[in-house]
């Protein structure tokens, strides 16, 4: 899939990410290695040893580490400055956990660090210390992502002696300047379960808080007046990875705070969605403000086209195609859209910089349209949920329907109680055609900015139709076991998204059948291709789609005078997701609903005819189905199958059924037809 | 021991002011005139399909004042396809000190010829900032790029006073290059040696001195891409290297590699020779009766036993001078101290072996993990290892005890079937190191499995790696524990199985020694193994096929195949059938021998039980682009064998055959 449909709009990215510079890093690492150690190393603080004896956390053999103590002090100071000193204490139990002893500390123009400060306490021997001068400072190398310029860099402080049944800490000091009024308590994490975790906050006097919990239930704080609160837990487990999981902000306990300075005035934490919304608001107005290029570009676009539809439709082609996917973000440009009439000369732009310029145009043609934030995975923001930029990585557009805009092709419809008919569409996905919405999106919450407020919408889910694959052969069999044929694939939705995206990055068109092979691979042992092509590959209002002729050799096996034939021939439903020794814990997701089809016809040898078919399968649960049969007609051996998700997540009580489901499916997959010589 | 660079740089290094180097006329910011046919252009014949090509590459390199030394470089690339816009972005490195990008131009030309100059912002990110080190990027992007667009840049990059150091011309580029040009203005006070290592692409005349000047022209260069199982990229790429002197090069190779093999052997020699030490540390590692075989192996032994530091994790500062390691100097040190790096681990043998009566001799390799040595290109840096070659029993062999976990008689991988200077005090012969018989690495799967009436396997398995395949396993696992190791046997099995399946390993194999072989363990539960045919039940035959069933699917081939090492993996599968089930059919037995890729399989019915044996050889180290097909058609032949079916009649059902 395309990653830049994934954008970010937000100041901070994963940290880890960015690391991807391996060899220029590496080679740094090293010489950072060899540069002289301070004149003297410290001993460890009190506080870190306090915890050298101290009981460990429930954990298991894979553990490689256990944070001891997490402890985070968030203070605002008389003068409204800010800063978060954090300290963290890890037991390394594992060789993996040594990468506990490396600190990666984000920080960009709005937040700085005043001080950083590790140590390590070894089983045996003297204490270990590194300091800030020691650091390693990194940031964006190449354009990951089509980010071009960002300001956001790390730190990277390496504490010595990382190893297993070492204890090893550091301390940092953060001053910070959020463009919103809160601050996220993350006292559960991937892989580490927390002996120890304590949040304290400290204001002055006349401010408020307010704190809302994420998967954790409420921890009432102890309050030492004069504005300090305090919360403590104590083993808390960690967040244990599983493919096709929700995102972790939908697992992991966190506790929002939204802080209201005194007298009401000025930055302040969100109180509901619709406060956001209108400060979302004010970050884009005068952006979608179009030039007289802009106004001569759309005039240009939509003079032959008759129709509203048609306008709007070129128009989104044009922003999808034509503006160059590029990010450029320094301080508040990670949440603000660049005024569209910049995008438009520069032919670039990020996800709002997109849905900006789109906005402009459509106004042009006397289309409203509003800014949406959302995420690009399911399973973040909620109604219950607080507001708060955490939630959000992408942002798309709602496009009001001029009433006279009713076209089939317009799935993504919401109907809104005050705007009447909005259409969702996301302008930086170059794929999915304008009145339809990739999986990811489907059914997950944004946040509609309208220009009094806006509230939390959810984006319809589209039918399942929309999204799959369609695949017809009609074949001729061997006596020799011999299979040859054609084959017609249809791929609508994101299975046509993920064929185009991959087709784009072929550097020569003779690498264009290696998508090709390796799909059949799955599924034939042995063929050949001998005729194949394209559909649709830059039509994306079309569905894409496969054309091509194999020949497989030695596909039916002989077995004394029997043929074994297996009547799916190609493609893959089945899948070894929850083949674990492990139990789920949590919900399994699905991108978005699909159905894929099957119809394969196989004309049978002459002088065969059939001995024994496969059972017909019929699986039916409230997420997914599965249905296929193997019939005859006179020399024609035929297969049908259904596979069809519904639901977009199952939950873990049902996980058991979806693994009964998979290996329904997988063995269905298996299953073999017998042929034999005809008995006259 | 310091390369010719760092001794080359260490010796021009000159103490002054910074002065940025002022752009030479012909390298302003004068655009090259665009043709008709580079606008009209919309696909290159020789690069089909190519998202973007480069037109034109210039890279004007100029060393000859080494107070200021630049280059200067041009790129002019047509766009092709929405996906080729993305080299609208550019990125140049700077490293803060040693060089720095300026005088960055850059415009859009448009299909229908109208430019867009570039007036944006040219971006300086620091990518990496360390102690006395900053490591930027300056960074653009241009505006208005669509399919149709050219594009095109040059800047200048200054060196820092002294900074002249050996170069290349890197040809290989990810796009298809139309065309390309190259001069190098050498610093004249030292000698320059320039080579091709691996040719010139197709065409291209070698690099011609002009005056004061060495310069190259090239055409239609192809676009590098990397395959699978390729040879390692130092080996495929065109380029052109320059190597500066502060001496005369020697032209002839053998003269040239008498003096390097002197020379090395001169400090082999200096670390190895501690006579006595060494006589005294063998009475205490052999015994009197031993053979010599025994007292080699002996020997062996506890070399390898000594702690071997480049097998270790890296260690910071604080730690390095917490720990007060002396620095070793001989092979004396090594053994009084009870460590030392590969290399000098091996030298060690080399003195022990001495010592104990073996004719042994140091021997300086090529590895042939980064590129192919070449004696012509007389570099002596590329013969980058050592072994040790000993008689024994009138036969050379070759050890490398400081290649952790190589078992006796055997060397690393990237140390077999390569070059190299057995040294003396006249410089040395050349040899070659052997390849390693497939039957040296093998995996042997042995089962022990009953099948249930639902139609799983359920039983034992042992897992037997053995050579090559026993080594790369402990080295990558040499410094994680036994829950690491544990996953990465059983994922292997996971892997070899082509379903889901439950694997849990029963045994603790030995991960520290260099026995020759590893052997797991495990408890295995294939679910829905067997799968249904109405009245009847097929078993595929391939249990063990998961590692084939994706190899060479492809049609298309660039580059020739290259294989670490030859080896063999060999099936015993018995299955025990539920009681009252029949075997109705068997499989033919399958023999594809192709000689140096052998395929056998066959099957039996013992007595109510299954048995399945199947073997498969790979012989091949290199094998040229156009046995591909050949290759793909053995790889298919094996997964279709591994597809048949084995008819059995469950209990109660008659065949009605």
Known sequence: MNSKLSCSRSAFLRVIDRLGFGPVLAVLAVALLSLPAPARAGDAPQWMHALVNVPLPEHDEKTNAVLL????????????????????????????????????????????????????????????????????????????????????????????????????????????????????????????????????????????????????????????????????????????????????????????????????????????????????????????????????????????TPTTLAKMQVLARFVQTDIRYVAIELGIGGLQPHPAAEIFNHHYGDCKDKATLLGSMLHEIGVESFHVSINTTRGGAAPDRPPTEEWFNHEILAIRLPDDVKDPSLFAILDHPKLGRILIFDPTDEWTPFGRLRGELQANYGLLVTGDGGELIKPPQLPAALNGVMRTAKLTLTPSGTLSGDFVEQ????????????????????????????????????????????????????????????????????????????????????????????????????????????????????????????????????????????????????????????????????????????????????NTAVLKPASH | MLSRRLSLLAAIIFVGAAVRFSLPVSAGDEWLPITPEELKVTSDPKA??????????????????????????????????????????????????????????????????????????????????????????????????????????????????????????????????????????????????????????????????????????????????????????????????????????????????????KKMDDAAEGFVNKRKAMEQAVAQIVSTGDSPEVKLQKIYAKTQSIRNTSYELEKTEQEQKRAKEKEVNNVEDVWKRGYGDGIQVTWLFLGLARAAGFDASPVRIST?????????????????????????????????PGSAFTPFGMLPWSETGTPGLKLDKDGGTWVTTPNLDSSASQIIRKADLSLTSEGSLEGKLTVTFSGLEAVWRRVEERNEDEAHRKKLLEDYVKEIVPVGIDVELTNKPDWTSSAPTLVAEYSLKVPGWVSGAGKRALM?????????????????????????????????????????????????????????????????????????????KCSLTILEQKYYNALRSFYQSVRSADEQQIVLQPLGISSGN
């Open chain 1, 69 to 304: 103590l997490a402890e985070d002090t968030f203070t605002v100071q008389g003068n409204g400055k800010m800063k978060r000193i954090e300290r963290r204490v890890y037991k390394i139990l594992r060789p993996d956990g040594r990468a506990y002893g490396t600190i990666y500390a984000n920080f960009d123009a709005g937040t700085k660090i005043n001080s950083i400060h590790g140590w390590c306490i070894p089983a045996q021997g003297k204490d270990y210390e590194v300091k800030d001068k020691e650091a390693i400072e990194t940031a964006l190398f190449g354009v990951p992502d089509g980010i071009l310029m960002s300001d956001v860099k790390t730190k990277v402080l390496t504490i010595p002696a990382a190893d297993p049944g070492n204890i090893v800490g550091y301390e940092m000091e953060q001053e910070v300047h959020p463009y919103v009024m809160q601050d996220v308590w993350r006292f559960q994490h991937i892989g580490v379960p927390v002996r120890e975790a304590h949040y304290s906050l400290q204001l002055p006097a006349g401010w408020e808080h307010k704190e809302v919990w994420l998967n954790h239930s409420e921890t009432a704080p102890a309050s030492s007046g004069s504005g300090q609160w305090q919360w403590a837990l104590t083993n808390v487990p960690a967040v244990k990875p599983e493919s096709n999981m929700p995102p972790l902000s939908g697992v992991a306990g966190r506790m929002v705070v939204s802080l209201f300075p005194s007298g009401g005035s000025g930055t302040k934490g969100f109180e509901s969605w619709s406060e956001m919304a209108r400060w979302e608001d004010g970050l884009d107005r005068g952006r979608r403000d179009a030039s007289p290029q802009i106004k001569q570009k759309v005039a240009a676009l939509t003079v032959s």
């Open chain 1, 491 to 670: 791929r609508n939705g994101d299975y046509a998204t993920e064929q185009r995206a991959s087709l784009k990055s072929v550097l020569k068109d003779a690498d264009r059948i290696k998508f090709l092979e390796s799909l059949i691979s799955h599924s034939l042992p042995t063929f050949q291709i001998t005729k194949a092509s394209l559909l649709n590959l830059n039509q994306t209002d079309q569905p894409f789609g496969y054309q091509y002729s194999l020949v497989a050799q030695n596909y039916a096996k002989t077995a004394g005078n029997l043929l074994l034939v297996r009547p799916r021939v190609v493609g893959v439903n089945s899948s070894d997701l929850l083949e674990t020794k492990e139990p789920r814990r949590y919900p399994v997701e699905f991108d978005g609903p699909w159905k894929n089809t099957d119809t394969v016809e196989i004309a049978m040898p002459t002088g065969y005819e059939v001995d024994d078919l496969p059972p017909p399968v019929n699986a039916d649960y409230s997420f997914a189905s599965y249905h296929s049969k193997t019939e005859v007609s006179g020399n024609m051996l035929k297969y049908t199958r259904t596979f069809e998700v519904k639901e977009l997540s199952v939950p873990v009580s049902k996980v058991e059924d979806l693994k009964k489901l998979y290996r329904i499916i997988a063995g269905d997959e298996r």
């Open chain 2, 48 to 261: 089909p399909g190519a998202p973007a090509i480069t037109l034109y590459r210039q890279v004007d390199r100029d060393d000859s004042d080494p107070m200021r030394p630049h280059e200067y470089n041009y790129v002019r690339k047509k766009i092709f396809t929405e996906e080729g816009r993305k080299n609208a972005d550019v990125e140049i490195p700077v490293l803060k000190g040693q060089w720095d990008a300026h005088s960055i131009k850059a415009r859009t030309i448009r299909a229908d010829g109208s430019i867009v100059n570039f007036d944006g912002k040219v971006y300086e990110k620091e990518i990496v900032k360390a102690r006395g080190l900053k490591f930027l990027a300056k960074t653009f992007t241009l505006s208005d790029v669509q399919p149709g667009s050219i594009i095109e840049y040059h800047y200048m990059l200054d060196f820092a006073e002294g900074y002249v150091f050996n170069s290349h011309w890197v040809l290989s580029d990810d796009l298809f290059t139309k065309a390309a040009k190259f001069t190098l203005k050498p610093y004249g006070q030292w000698a320059l040696r320039w080579s091709w290592p691996n040719g010139l692409p197709e065409g291209a005349k070698p690099p011609v001195q002009e005056h004061s000047s060495i310069h190259m022209e090239a055409q239609d260069i192809p676009a590098f891409q990397v395959e699978d199982d390729m040879p390692p990229e130092g080996a495929m790429t065109f380029l052109v290297d320059f190597i500066y002197s502060e001496d005369t090069f020697e032209k002839e190779a053998d003269k040239f590699w008498k003096k390097q093999g």
């Open chain 2, 368 to 400: 042939r993990d980064d590129h192919f040595f070449k004696n012509n290109l007389m570099n002596a840096r590329d013969l980058n290892t050592n072994v040790v070659s000993v008689k024994l029993d009138g036969k050379d062999m070759y050890f490398d």
């Open chain 2, 540 to 616: 595929p035959v391939g249990l063990f096929s998961g590692p084939e069933k994706h190899m060479y699917e492809h049609s298309t081939r660039v580059h020739p195949l290259y294989f670490h090492y030859m080896y063999e993996k060999s099936d015993d599968v018995r299955i025990e059938l539920p009681l009252g089930w029949q075997v109705s059919s068997l499989p033919q037995p399958v023999t594809n021998d192709a000689k140096l890729l052998v395929y056998t399989m066959k099957t039996e019915n013992e007595k109510g039980a299954l048995r399945l044996e199947r073997h498969l």
